[in-house]
Each structure stands twice: as C-alpha cells, then as structure tokens.
C-alpha cells in the first residue's frame, strides 16, 4: 500500500455549479448536457487554463478550479460568467445552463488526487447563496480584491454556512462599472 502524502497551503478556490441543473435534466437531458459539454470544452477549461488555475475535479453539474491568488480566480469566474451568460441568451430561458460561482481564499488541504479543508468547503457554501449568473466571494478574497480598479463589489451581509462555526462576510462582485443598480457598492 502506497502512503499518500497530504500537503498543506493558501489557495483561493472557485467552486461553481448550473442552476436548476435536476430541472433541466429531467425537461430534456440531451439538450443540457450539449450545452454543459460545450461550456466545458469551449468555456471553462480553457478559461481556467489560460488565467492560471488549475481544475481539480468536474462534478456531474458543476467544477472545482484552484488558484494562487484570489485576483485571478474572481478574475476568472467573471470572464466565465461574462461568457457562459452571453452564450446563454440564444437559448430559450427554461433551458439554460446557467452557474452559481464562490470564490474563497482560505487554507487548504490536498493529496494527488483532490483538495479538502474548510478552504474548499467554505468555497461551496458561497456558491449556494450565488445568484444565477453571479460570483459571490468570502470576505478573505474581498480583502485581497477591494482596492483593485478592476471589481465592483456589494456587500450580502453576513451569512451562517452549513457546518462552518464562524458567521461569513459575503460579497457580490462585478466588472468595474456593471454593479446591479438596486445594491449599495462598497
């Protein structure tokens, strides 16, 4: 028996997953696994690839990516978001592919096979309260990002995850200038 060596460091972790992803298959399967199929192969492993992250494992419904720092990681999930949602507009709006992104920066765990801690949970805790469309973060990757000219972000309060102990600061985040008009930006 191989024994498997478990690595510890910072990582900002972009969780995603489709909306209504049970809906959509049971309405017509085929057509949501062509569209999930080309976002994959056209959209986010590329995306991934070309702004330094690292996919750590597809889901049935949604991804894990990895990155060293939380600017490129939101810097992702808006680019895949921007162009998930584009591609999106030509279908009809009950059969979307639509995502739900996290980002967090938090310490992790990891052996050669996946990464696990609360790190990685946190990310998909974050994801659960995203908008259809949007990318929420932590207020770990708020820190690192609020000054950039880059991002817009507003403030959701403060959130109890499931089965984290400590209440998460979240944030709705933005291109520069596409801030949701009803929201307060901070």
Not at 48 to 76: M, P, Q, W
Request: net charge negative; charged share 30%.
């Amino acid at each position: 028996m191989t024994e498997t060596t478990i690595a510890r460091r910072l990582a900002a972790i972009l969780a995603a997953d489709v909306v209504a992803y049970s809906r959509l298959m049971g309405a017509d399967e085929d057509a949501t696994m062509t569209q999930w199929w080309e976002y994959r192969r056209e959209v986010i492993d590329p995306g991934i690839e070309k702004l330094g992250g690292r996919i750590v494992k597809h889901t049935g419904d949604g991804f894990l990516a990895e990155f060293a720092s939380a600017y490129d990681a939101v810097n992702c999930a808006l680019e895949l978001q921007r162009e998930i949602n584009e591609r999106s507009e030509k279908v009809a709006e009950d059969k979307r592919v639509q995502f739900r992104m996290g980002v967090n920066l938090g310490d992790i765990m990891s052996d050669d096979e996946d990464i696990y801690g609360d790190g990685v949970n946190i990310a998909a805790r974050i994801e659960a309260l995203a908008d259809p469309g949007r990318v929420f973060v932590s207020g770990s990757v708020y820190e690192q990002i609020r000054s950039k000219p880059d991002f817009d972000c507003v403030s959701k309060g403060e959130h109890a995850l499931k089965n984290i102990s400590e209440p998460m600061r979240v944030f709705d985040v933005c291109v520069a200038g596409q801030t949701p008009a009803d929201e307060i930006k901070v």
